[in-house]
């Protein structure tokens, strides 16, 4: 039941954002370039730039559980085992 609560929650997200998108690049027609350092892109529209930026972010934020696994963190030891203490009573 969880789970499908959070499918539903990722799916409105989801098309939340796609849907701003969709009304911000019809009432934004120009185009525009990207310039990060001596790099300059071609002129896009605003709304093409945004699709690209969010389909890119959505296919890195896929990978990031696969960086930050929590079964490859080590498992908590114990200085003994908690089984030999049960064999420390008294009968």
Do not use: H
């Not at 019809?26 to 945004?50: A, C, D, M, R, Y």
Request: charged fraction near 15%; include cysteine; aromatic fraction near 14%.
């Amino acid at each position: 039941m969880l789970k499908l609560l959070t499918n539903v929650m990722v799916a409105v997200v989801i098309a939340f954002w796609v849907g701003a998108i969709a009304i911000f690049s019809i009432q934004n027609v120009i185009t525009v370039s990207l310039k990060f350092l001596f790099w300059e892109s071609i002129k896009l529209p605003v709304g093409v730039l945004l699709s690209f930026c969010l389909g890119g972010g959505f296919v890195v934020g896929s990978f990031l559980p696969f960086l930050f696994n929590p079964s490859k963190r080590k498992k908590k030891r114990y200085l003994n085992d908690p089984k030999d203490d049960l064999n420390n009573f008294d009968n």
